[in-house]
């Protein structure tokens, strides 16, 4: 079991719509959860982090975490051609805060 | 602000040859970590320092690999001799030493790609 699971995609989704992209981790004691966004050849960027279980809102962005099942999505609203990139979630682990990722979900948002 | 730079930005080499990876984080940033991403993998931790001393070295593959952090301001990840299977884009990542480590953001460089042939 990989420690960090993604649907690697491709999620397509219309310009406008809501985007969903789902992550579950296996280490327990994960205590941070972060999502990047990566354009193709391009370093990860933060988008949202988010420590407590619950919603965090952003802009068009929503972290929702879920510590009892291991689980933590990030909502996009109003998706646009933009938000077309590479969605890396990473739980980080230790007191030395190392980021442990995912392969990513690969979201298109077409015209 | 600069962000994280990192040097170069691509390297061929051959087996069996040297490669120096440098980082240049944040400025005023303690936390260092080097990442890397072998083709179709995800990105995995290779270590972590804060300022000179190497807080985390879990995640280094092997003794080829030597990353160092003189005077807690940029570092070099060396790999001596190198491997077809080192082959990868390596990340350099820094972070603010806040007191809370998990709240910490760490801000990415552009990454090195390294091709080993």
């Known amino acids: 079991q990989k420690e960090v699971e993604q649907n690697s995609g491709p999620l397509s989704v219309p310009e406008g719509a809501i985007a969903s992209l789902n992550c579950t981790y296996s280490?327990?004691?994960?205590?941070?959860f972060f999502w990047y966004r990566q354009y193709s050849g391009k370093s990860p960027e933060l988008i949202m982090s988010i420590y407590s279980n619950g919603d965090k809102e952003d802009g068009r962005f929503t972290a929702q975490l879920n510590k009892a099942s291991q689980y933590v999505s990030l909502l996009i609203r109003d998706s646009q051609p933009s938000d077309s990139a590479t969605y890396l979630c990473?739980?980080?682990?230790?007191?030395?805060?190392?980021?442990?990722f995912g392969t990513g979900t690969q979201l298109k948002v077409e015209l | 602000e600069a962000g994280v730079t990192q040097f170069p930005s691509h390297s061929v080499i051959e087996k069996g040859q040297t490669v120096t990876l440098r980082c240049d984080p944040i400025?005023?940033?303690?936390?260092l970590y080097w990442y890397r991403r072998v083709m179709g993998k995800e990105i995995k931790f290779l270590l972590h320092f804060v300022k000179e001393s190497k807080q985390d070295e879990s995640g280094m593959p092997n003794n080829r690999f030597l990353a160092e952090r003189t005077g807690g301001t940029y570092s070099t990840l060396k790999v001596q001799p190198a491997e077809l299977e080192d082959s990868g884009v390596y990340f350099c990542?820094?972070?603010?030493?806040?007191?809370?480590?998990?709240?910490?953001?760490?801000?990415f460089g552009p990454g090195t790609r390294l091709t080993v042939l």
């Open positions: 990542a820094s972070s603010q030493a806040l007191g809370h480590y998990s709240t910490d953001t760490q801000y």
């Open positions: 400025s005023g940033h303690d936390n």
């Open positions: 990473a739980p980080s682990q230790g007191g030395g805060n190392k980021l442990t």
């Open positions: 280490d327990r004691v994960s205590q941070s």
